[in-house]
């Protein structure tokens, strides 16, 4: 967005807001660290699971991937296009991960379930896979279950 700025700066520099500070303020936020040493490029690709499962990005490989996921997704969602979980299964499959894949009829972006309520339907998959040997490694699960839970929707908004 610099270099566009830049090239385009002759063009710009005839509306009336126009700053010719922006295309250097511009690069400089970019470079900006945050608390933990990271800039704006860093963030975003940790913020995109094709970063760490697609060949095409640097971070391929890079990362522990976890070995099951679930991904409930609602037809009728509006937040994002139905091929973005799509893409993100197709992936998380070619990295040899298993994945339960479910589409929703009627349901939107988040919480889509057949049955049930999306807290129990995740608790009860968590323990499918991991099937604890006793009540309390079971309890532990369902608390860290929980908590993976709650993560995932305050990143999801």
């Known amino acids: 967005m610099a270099q566009l700025l830049n090239e385009k700066k002759d063009a710009y520099s005839n509306a009336s807001n126009w700053d010719e ?22 963030r975003v690709n940790m913020y995109n699971p094709m970063y ?5 990005y640097e971070g391929y490989k890079k990362s522990q991937v976890a070995d099951y996921f679930r991904i409930n997704t609602g037809i009728f969602q509006s937040d994002t296009g139905n091929v973005v979980e799509m893409n993100l299964y197709l992936a998380l499959l070619n990295y040899g991960k298993k994945v339960n894949f479910t589409t929703i009829w009627e349901k939107y972006h988040v919480t889509a379930e057949r049955t049930g309520d999306s807290t129990t339907n995740f608790i009860k998959w968590i323990y499918e896979i991991e099937k604890p040997d006793d009540k309390k490694s079971f309890s532990s699960w369902i608390s860290i279950s929980y908590f993976i839970y709650l993560l995932s929707l305050i990143i999801l908004f």
């Not at 760490?52 to 095409?56: C, F, S």
């Open 21 to 42: 500070s922006y295309p250097s303020e511009y690069l400089n936020d970019l470079d900006k660290k945050d608390i933990i040493g990271n800039n704006i490029t860093h």
């Open 52 to 56: 760490y499962l697609i060949d095409y």
